[in-house]
Antibody, heavy 117, light 108 residues
Framework: QVQLVQSGAEVRKPGSSVKISCKAS????????ISWVRQAPGQGLEWMGR????????NYAQKFQGRVTITADKSTSTAYMELRSLTSDDTAVFYC??????????WGQGTVVIVSS | EIVMTQSPATLSVSPGERATLSCRAS??????LAWYQQKPGQAPRLLID???TRATGIPARFSGSGSGTEFTLTISSLQSEDFAVYYC??????????FGGGTKVEIK
């Protein structure tokens, strides 16, 4: 069974960047398609984008286009999400999830990002 | 962008009662809809995809129905562990995914 383990909490200053990792273990393929989802405190879920490591393809939500970059290292089955130009509105929990096209069926534990001066 | 609207925002239900949650799409998403459950401090969990197909390990008291623009998630007899927030999500507009705003099911 695939498990997704994310990197730990981060604190950043406004205007800076953050890069979060998501490592997949177990199951096949070794490098599944991964989507990233943001959840601000007390708010709902926002899809940010995905990477399909098999093809090296990325898709981004229009809201985050130009500010987010999703990459993957197939050799370590790890996906990364970098978000730039952080503001206080980016204070949130960021989740990675296995994207099987019709749903996000396995989720990481979430990474808290706090943006504060 | 397809907008997903869930109602009500909060649903107060007694244990053992039925809960009916609604999700509406701004345009047809056919049957390309999933439902998730999220408990406080936890990641979301997939409940249903294809509008009506339960994910692995999901109890039969959870059922989904609908197609096009109107969808329903029904929990036939609420258990204590079912009090949570529920989200719908469309994937008809792939590669874009969009979530509804969520419905909180609370104890009455």
């Amino acid at each position: 069974q695939v498990q997704l383990v994310q990197s730990g909490a981060e604190v950043r200053k406004p205007g800076s960047s953050v890069k979060i990792s998501c490592k997949a273990s177990g199951g096949t393929p070794n490098s599944p398609t991964i989507s990233w989802v943001r959840q601000a405190p007390g708010q709902g879920l926002e899809w940010m984008g995905r990477i399909i490591p098999m093809f090296g393809t990325t898709n981004y939500a229009q809201k985050f286009q130009g500010r987010v970059t999703i990459t993957a290292d197939k050799s370590t089955s790890t996906a990364y999400m970098e978000l730039r130009s952080l503001t206080s509105d980016d204070t949130a929990v960021f989740y990675c999830a296995r994207d099987v096209h019709w749903a996000l069926d396995i989720w990481g534990q979430g990474t808290v990002v706090i943006v504060s001066s | 962008e397809i907008v997903m609207t869930q109602s009500p925002a909060t649903l107060s239900v007694s244990p053992g009662e039925r809960a009916t949650l609604s999700c509406r799409a701004s345009q047809s998403v056919r049957s390309n809809l999933a439902w998730y459950q999220q408990k406080p401090g936890q990641a979301p969990r997939l409940l249903i995809d294809g509008a009506s197909t339960r994910a692995t390990g999901i109890p039969a008291r959870f059922s989904g129905s609908g197609s096009g623009t109107e969808f329903t998630l029904t929990i036939s007899s609420l258990q204590s562990e079912d009090f949570a927030v529920y989200y719908c999500q469309q994937y008809n507009d792939w590669p874009q995914l969009t979530f509804g705003g969520g419905t909180k099911v609370e104890i009455k």
